[in-house]
């Protein structure tokens, strides 16, 4: 069936380094992808999106690649901060009439080490 | 931009006892909205959307129900309680149907 999932559970990186997480998607149908943030005790904060069309795209210290040959999407954050210590999920959209039908990673924990 | 109202924080349950859950959204119009559970270390799980006032779909059979009184208003309910309801509730809004879901800060639901 359909799963969205993640290589690593916890990642730990030193403070100003670069971190990479992955995603595995299954459901080749997918159109648009979102990575978000959750930091303990809130909801899930968009980062950065990206649609099936593009493999590559850049924001603000993140960058999300997307690689359609092998179904994996990865979030790439330069400069790793401790704000950034967070669990990160990725989230494919399968697409629909008049509502997103979106399903969500497990998540990765990045842990920033000062 | 979009901004996602989730009250209570945290709520504090006895089994069998009715909840009401609210959501609003301000900053937009005729959002999609949803409500999801998300269990610990797990991912989070629809539970219903609403792509307008009164309309409402259920993703999953369970003790809860949802109703969309206004355009930006969205409310999970129950009348009476099990100790599975239990978990970390979150209200999503989306504009459209290519922009990303954006998330309220959750209730916390503890069931005794």
């Known amino acids: 069936g359909e799963s969205v999932g993640l290589h690593l559970p916890t990642l730990s990186v030193q403070e100003g380094d670069n971190s990479i997480i992955n995603c595995a998607y299954s459901?080749?149908?997918?159109?648009?992808f979102i990575w978000y943030k959750q930091e303990s005790g809130k909801g899930p904060q968009f980062i950065i999106d990206?649609?099936?069309?593009?493999d590559k795209r850049q924001g603000q210290r993140v960058t999300v690649l997307l690689n359609k040959t092998v179904k994996h999407l990865s979030l790439q954050i330069a400069a790793t901060q401790p704000g950034d210590s967070a669990v990160y999920f990725c989230?494919?959209?399968?697409?629909?009439?008049?509502?997103?039908?979106?399903?969500f990673g497990t998540g990765t924990k990045l842990q920033v080490i000062p | 931009s979009q901004t996602i109202h989730q009250w209570p924080a945290t709520l504090v349950q006895p089994v069998g006892s009715p909840l009401s859950l609210e959501c609003t959204v301000e900053?937009?119009?005729?959002?999609?909205l949803y409500w999801y559970r998300q269990a610990a270390g797990r991912g989070l799980q629809l539970l219903f959307y609403?792509?307008?006032?009164?309309?409402i779909s259920s993703e999953v059979p369970q003790n809860l129900s949802a109703s969309r009184p206004q355009d930006r208003q969205f409310i999970l309910s129950s009348k009476k309680l099990l100790l599975s309801d239990s978990g970390f509730y979150l209200c999503?809004?989306?504009?459209?149907?290519?922009?990303?879901?954006?998330f309220g800060d959750g209730t916390r639901l503890s069931i005794l």
């Open positions: 990206i649609r099936s069309n593009m």
């Open positions: 459901n080749s149908a997918s159109d648009y």
């Open positions: 609403s792509v307008g006032i009164g309309q």
């Open positions: 989230a494919e959209n399968m697409g629909g009439g008049g509502y997103q039908k979106v399903t």
């Open positions: 999503a809004s989306q504009v459209g149907q290519n922009g990303p879901q954006h």
């Open positions: 900053g937009t119009s005729n959002p999609n």
